[in-house]
């Protein structure tokens, strides 16, 4: 059977409830030019964005990171080896993880400029003749490393903001009672403030992070003149002896090292707002020496007055700056926190355009920009987690045991992709491919290893919230894949219907009725319904499916197929890339069809409303499908997802049995 653009059949199934159109589908197989990397003054100004928005996470680990390696869940004196050994593992790991796997190798896997771990996945399609196991094992890995993003989304807020704030306690103990309400305050206008976007904020974001740089890099340097033998950590020997001296603990301190590229992730997710380039920049000439140069000075610090272990960060500046410095570590945490939240908001409508969960309200925030984006149901439980995170935990120090399983999880997840696309696409031999990704994963599985004895202690939140997530993700999608084949059944042959209409001679009436089908084969079975009942035929009927390819935008020739099935009637299927927005009218518009185009007032959409039964028929567990008929009568309106006038559409029932 082949679609109308000719190609075979999508392998990912229609949407469930009410869509009525909606599916994911091949990648086009035309080449694309990707426009040329930004330079000169565009760059700059890129840059400075994207110091704004991609950095935040990373940039503000020194409030928290070195801290937690001395008097962490796994304390050690700050003698100077393990001092030296520590500002090594993290030398080491910023060179290593970030500036080598993400910045020179992982940024390259770009999906027409969009990066993240789903569009690493959308890339994966397996070669002709290889079979499907081994892709549908990459796309539950995707899956599952995206779930374990929504865990960090969570975290990072609540242990960013609530460190800022416990600057507080070295300026005075008594600020100490007061903490966690003031975090609890500013995470709920933080939330509160999504539904405005992030345009108006944008302007400051970048200029107070480039302050904040400057601010780490200049404490840093004012330090390790105390103590410059601290520049030695970047001899690995030093990395060496810590382990040998602290044995099992020196291992388990890798969970309190990683914290330092807890936001390396966020480089790929967030490549498609900026690019490559000036996210390569802005790490290399200001982000990687400025954070350098801070963990060093927070080394020298310690070297010098060991008793400064609970908050080297805060104890670096003089009494006077204290306030200051807790005033922007605030700020730049509120940012950190924003481009996390962001992240996740990109992300499920990403996951809702591959089908993997159902469709939210989204609200668009820009009218210039295309990613400032607004989801009200993920913004709202991403908040309650946080809030409920600052309440349980209380310190940033004990939410750090939660931080770091899922994210670590996720670079794993990322290198076995990488490792797969670069032999794949990139057809670089596995001599080369294999040992490089080896090199990666064995630092990755030592990260995750070491964060894996954190479960007890907090580290089962993200997991926790991974598998509902993963659970979400696929039960709707094998949901779609059982309703499809039930609609498939009952879907009359398009050549028998034709013949029965030139037989019987319908009523046709003026106008165009467009039938949202989610497969593109056979007749609607709203149309079927339609005529039973009211027994005319509008004169022009289209049969219209909305397709989501598995890149992130289409250009506009690759957007529409037509189809002519015979008087009257047409089979159209519109593209969508997965970071696009489905505008049905929009496209109708500029279509013809027999010469004339589409008509506003004079158009109807007909979708079909679905009642989904649990059954035991063979599919799903029945729990699964009583989930799945749950998530399909809370999922979003259909018109406002395609942005079709409410006042043009009539639906009609139909119960289906799972």
Known sequence: MKTPSGEAPASHPPSGSNSGAFEAGPLPTEKVHLPPAPEGKYLAILTLGALGVVFGDIGTSPLYALRECFVGHHPIPPTPGNVLGILSLIFWALVLTISVKYLAIVLRADNRGEGGILALMALLRPPAGSGLGRHALLVVLGLFGAALLYGD???????TVLSALEGLEVVTPAFTP??????????????????WGTAGMGAIFGPVMLLWFAVLAVLGVVHVFDAPQVLGAVNPLHAVRFFAHNGGVGFLLLGSVFLVITGGEALYADM??????PIRTGWYTLVLPSLLLNYFGQGAL???KPETAANPLFEMVPKWGLV????????????????????????TRQA???GYMPRLRIDHTSEKEIGQIYLPSINWALAGACIWLVLSFRSSGALAAAYGVAVTATMGITTVLLYVHARNAWKVPRAVALPIASLFL???LAFFGANIVKIAAGGWFPLVVAGFVYLIMTTWKKGRVILAERLREATLPVDVFLQDVEKRSPTRVKGTAVFMDRIPEGIPPPLLHNLKHNKTLHERVVFLTVVTDEVPRLKEKERTRCEFLGPGFWRVTLHYGFMENPDVPRALRKLKLDGR????????????RETLIASKRPGMAIWREHVFAWMARSEGRATAFFNIPPGRVVELGLQVEL
């Open 272 to 277: 498609g707002h900026f690019g490559a380039k």
């Open 153 to 159: 989304s969570i975290i990072t807020p609540a242990i």
């Open 352 to 354: 809702i355009q591959l």
């Open 597 to 608: 185009g589409f008509e506003p007032m004079d158009t109807t959409f007909f979708l079909g």
């Open 442 to 444: 064995v630092i990755d």
């Open 324 to 347: 200051p410095l807790v005033i922007l570590a605030t700020a730049a945490s509120v940012i950190a926190s924003q481009a996390v939240i962001s992240g996740a908001f990109s992300l």
């Open 178 to 195: 007061y903490i966690q309400p003031i975090a609890i305050l500013i995470l709920l206008a933080l939330f509160s403030f999504q539904k």
């Open 302 to 304: 310690l070297l010098t």
